[in-house]
């Protein structure tokens, strides 16, 4: 490898570590909340469904804004939306972290989603314009990381932070974060990418006839219902613990922490068996079925918290490892409409996390069988994702649309 290509390998590195931390701090805006749930319930004045339905409220911009951000950014450029949107996700994080009424806490949890479905409608398609297709699962893999991180990391330590200062406190310190974050994002993300089409070519782009075919149409669909299930753990799970074994927060982020080590592992071990595999819907497709297998003892069978700790590991585990094959599956698509496809990608993710937190919230406050009707909904919205993927493959045409290796064009397979 000459100099120039090591340099430009090693920048290409050092902007995937840093939008990792930025998708790190942008999902952590909404995970790293589930600790306190209670406790903002009683400082802004409602109850548990309302404060889980910011997650809700901040999924209805997010799911909007990723859209408009990524067929956006096919046209404009990654890289300023890329840094106005984390930027903006810190501010909404100091609104919420100062907010003393819950419509306040409403306006910065919407504000919040305009920043993160911006970031997470763009992220995806900035690192699939400066990698290949041979090892795109891989550089997925570590910026989904970021995701798993927010758990790993993310909640374990909000919620320490929060024993010492509050969830106040914790929001004010992960928003410095994500600011500077963003910060970096300014002076380490190229203009362009070597995979990216130019404005003339994306304008030029079919982004309707490229996701209406059943390939694509079904992948978007079944990530819907894989949302609702990693939706469910990430919102609830804390209030899940809390109420069954009536643990400590310091208790409670230990725990979190081993849970969250599941997603961490299966993400890493997704991402490098998702350039390896022979079909990458088909691992997906497998991931989901043993999402949904799991998630029904883990919320039926409570003997012990070790054992809900290791169910919990489990589900991460599964959930997570089928997710670099999905993103990289669904980022093989002509580069002239990549923004809009995996924007819309992001979208139809928002759709699954406002559902799982609004019917979930119903499930566990408002039925006779609480967490246990909980883990039914995600079991079946697990199988439903699985099914759908089945009958798109099913359906899906011949002609299918798809990059060549070098990422420039698409080619015709029969």
Sequence with gaps: MSTGAAAASRGVWLMIVVLTCGTFLATSSGTTRSPFLLDMAQDLGTDLPAVANLVAIMSVSWGIMSLVAGTLSDRVGRKNILVGAVIGVGAAMVGIGTAQTYPVAVFWALAGGIGGGSFMGTVFATVSDHVGPATRGRSLGWVMTGQSLSLVLGVPVATLIGAQIGWRGAHLTFAAATILVGL?????????????ATAREAAAGAPLQTILRPRILSLLISGTTERVCF?????????????????????????????????????????????RV??????????????????LPLFFWTPHLDVS???GFAYSFANAVGRPAFMAALSSVPESVRGTVLGLNVTFASVGWLTSTTIGGWLVTGTDYGFASLGVFCAASAFLGTAVLVVGRLLGSRVVLSETPDGKAPVVAR
């Excluded at 970096?184 to 990216?196: E, T, W």
């Excluded at 497709?285 to 998630?295: E, H, K, M, Y």
């Design 184 to 196: 970096s994002i300014l002076l380490v993300v190229p203009r362009r990418g070597q995979f990216q």
């Design 231 to 275: 939706a469910a753990m990430s919102v609830y799970q804390a209030t899940f613990l809390i109420s069954t074994y009536h643990v400590s927060l310091d208790v409670l982020a230990g725990a979190l922490l081993l849970v969250a080590l599941g997603n961490l592992f299966g993400n890493m071990a997704g991402g490098q068996l998702a350039d």
């Design 278 to 295: 022979a079909s990458r819907e088909g691992m997906y497709g497998l991931s989901l079925v043993l999402t949904g297998l799991i998630v």
């Design 309 to 311: 700790i290791a169910l």
